[in-house]
């Protein structure tokens, strides 16, 4: 029963310890706040600057896989990350924000959102402008 015990107890600390290695750097937010009188869909891309067609964004969005992105009227979405990692590891890069219309990301196929660049804002920052804005993206 005590070896079965200390089994238990070695097997949860390991469990519990994790990989640290492979722990995601958490050192910043971003904040967008919805100004508009619709629900909107938010995605962030981090790209090389002047890389800013919708066809770039790294996986489409459907109705699948918007839930966590979309922020109603007077609302905000917070995005924690590694963003001042990221510059200090890539600091020719940009943070990518595109906005959409959830009605558009419903009913539009992602082919011709992506073709037409059905986008209602797109904001590509830089570290500093993000500390600029205190790191809060208003949509309009």
Do not use: G, H, S, Y
């Given at each position: 029963?005590?070896?079965?015990?200390?089994?238990?107890v070695l097997s949860t600390l390991f469990l519990c310890l994790g990989c640290p290695d492979k722990d995601e750097i958490i050192d910043s937010e971003v904040?967008?706040?919805?100004n508009s009188d619709e629900d909107?869909?938010?995605?962030?891309e981090?790209?090389?600057i002047n890389d800013t067609l919708v066809a770039d964004i790294?996986?489409?969005?459907g109705s699948h896989n918007i839930s966590e992105r979309i922020i109603m009227p007077n609302d905000r979405l917070a995005e924690l990350g590694g963003f001042i990692h990221f510059?200090?590891?890539?600091?020719?890069?940009e943070v990518k924000i595109f906005i959409f219309s959830k009605?558009?990301?419903?009913?539009v196929p992602w082919e011709q959102i992506a073709e037409q660049n059905l986008v209602l804002?797109?904001?590509?920052?830089t570290l500093q402008d993000l500390e600029d804005m205190n790191w809060l993206v208003e949509y309009p």
């Open positions: 029963m005590k070896k079965r015990f200390k089994i238990l904040t967008v706040f919805n909107i869909v938010v995605k962030l981090l790209n090389e790294d996986f489409p969005l510059f200090e590891l890539n600091p020719t890069k009605q558009t990301i419903l009913e804002a797109r904001f590509d920052l």
